[in-house]
């Protein structure tokens, strides 16, 4: 008879873990109403034993600091990992598998570095690797793009996919901070960490794509040739700018496929103003998906925190308790997903925002709009601020739709010239 307890060790009781195993408790008599049986939390692992905890769970909960009490319990069903970083946690998770047992994990940037070698041990095991609370905290995508879409074609995927970035880009919009003092305030308000580098260099919105894309097209992308561009290099004026002509700066993730190849990458792009994804603000996720029969979808919620991550990493548990003889990871059947045939990034055709900051004389919009034709590039609109004549003025220039490509080789023409006097800022524009 099947056991009307499932045994969970939580590796990680910090942010996740402990809104987790409040969630359990709050809600421990639906839960168990909807999968028949208890959670009950029963190791605990922690980095410092010391540390007073805002919150405890049962009395069967033993906190250790020791990765090897939880792998040495053989009454554990369900090891879920919430504490991050790659060595520890990777070990954990391998040592797990090979232990027989199931694992729940957030652990974004370590599934994007070896979800394959994760997988493709988990597959030959036949256990669980569930990853919900990876992706967009609590939005339930993962879910979504395995079960719900399963028999769509994903022709594009569109995410805003991190909170502080969006968060930094929304204050900047609207209250017209600069990028440092927006920062700040994010730290401030607690979405950012200490050290924000991952979220404001696109390297977290990187490692969720990656997950999406083997989620959407059942192919691995190495992380590592995937273009990520983040935000720290982004100016006041440029948010200003852009709104002037209608649109809203956003770090945008995106994955299109063009006949069996795919086109990703990250990077801030201007979105129109009545654009779906451009109401997305604060620290709010967002997923703008078309499938081939479903056509658009669009999920939207909170992509980070205790209680939106918690519901995610819950959802996992509750479906591998509920039925753990139908195990799927990746949503595919292979041991190890196919290499993704990847599109040259610079192949990708949108239209471009540029400002190039130039000396205000004659020749200069005439010599940078013959550049621009050269590489076959039709200009949209152009705009020069006004200032003393013989400085520095913003010059700025929206185009048609043109390959990235033409875009590059012509910019590094036009930053040639002796005029333009800084290096020339360049966005895409989304549709
Ligand atoms: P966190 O608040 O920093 O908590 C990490 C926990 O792991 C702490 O309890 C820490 O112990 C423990 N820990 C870390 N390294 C350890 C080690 N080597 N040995 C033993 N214990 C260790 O992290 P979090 O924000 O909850 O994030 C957890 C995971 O979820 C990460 O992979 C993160 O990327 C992912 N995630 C987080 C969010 C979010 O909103 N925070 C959203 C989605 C995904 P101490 O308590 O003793 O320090
Ligand atoms: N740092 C992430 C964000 C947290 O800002 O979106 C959740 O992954």
């Given amino acids: 008879m099947e056991k009307k307890v499932i045994n969970l060790a939580l590796a990680g ?13 709050e809600n421990e008599d639906w839960i168990e109403r909807r999968i028949n049986k208890k959670l009950v939390i029963k190791k605990i692992l922690v980095r410092d034993l010391t540390r007073i905890r805002s919150f405890i769970p049962g009395p ?24 991050g970083g790659l060595d520890t946690a990777l070990r954990l998770i391998q040592k797990s598998l090979e232990n027989g047992m199931h ?6 940037a370590l599934l994007a570095e070896k979800g394959n070698e994760l997988f493709s041990l988990a597959h030959e095991r036949h256990l669980g690797l569930y990853y919900e609370g990876s992706v967009a905290g609590g939005i339930p995508i993962v879910q979504t793009l395995k079960n719900s879409l399963a028999g769509n074609r994903i022709t594009s995927l569109t995410g805003i996919l991190n909170g502080t970035a969006n968060f930094i880009l929304s204050e900047m919009t609207s209250r017209g901070q600069d990028f440092a003092a927006a920062l700040n305030t994010a730290k401030e308000l607690g979405y950012a960490e200490a050290d924000p580098t991952l979220d404001i260099e696109g390297l977290d919105a990187a490692h969720k794509l990656i997950i ?22 982004v100016k006041r004026t440029d948010v200003a700018l852009a709104a002037e002509f209608g649109y809203v700066l956003k770090l945008i993730a995106q994955v299109r496929e063009k006949s069996g190849h795919l086109q990703a990458g ?19 996720n967002s997923i703008l998906l078309k499938g081939n029969a479903v056509g658009p ?56 925002y540029f ?31 006004p200032g003393p004549e013989g400085r520095d003025v913003p010059i700025v220039f929206l185009t048609h739709r043109a390959p990235l490509k033409a875009v590059l080789q012509a910019l590094r023409v036009i930053d040639e010239f ?10 895409r524009i989304l549709k």
Wanted: net charge negative; no cysteine; glycine share 8%.
């Fill in 355 to 385: 400002r190039m900051t130039a000396l205000d004389k004659p020749g200069v919009l005439s010599a940078v709009s013959g550049v621009m034709g050269e590489h076959n590039i039709s200009i949209a609109q152009a705009v020069q601020k």
């Fill in 266 to 284: 990250v990077f801030p792009a201007l979105l129109p103003m009545d654009h779906i994804l451009a109401k997305v603000d604060g620290p709010f």
């Fill in 60 to 83: 069967e909960a033993v906190f250790t600091d020791k990765v090897e009490d939880i792998l040495a319990d053989r009454d554990i069903d369900i090891v879920v990992e919430l504490m």
């Fill in 212 to 233: 999406l894309i083997r989620l959407a097209h059942g192919a691995d992308y190495p992380l590592s040739v995937l273009p990520v561009q983040g935000i720290s290099g």
């Fill in 103 to 108: 694992v729940v994990t957030a652990n974004k």
């Fill in 297 to 352: 979808i669009m999920l939207y919620g909170q992509g980070a925190g205790d209680l939106p991550t918690g519901s995610a990493v819950l959802a996992d548990i509750m479906a591998l308790a509920r039925d753990k003889a139908r195990i799927d990871n990746t949503g595919f059947r292979e041991r190890a997903l196919p290499k993704a045939h990847i599109l040259e990034p610079d192949l990708a055709v949108s239209r471009h």
């Fill in 13 to 25: 009781f910090g942010t996740v873990g402990t809104g987790l195993a409040r969630i359990i408790q």
């Fill in 418 to 427: 002796n005029f333009i006097t800084g290096p020339t800022v360049h966005y």
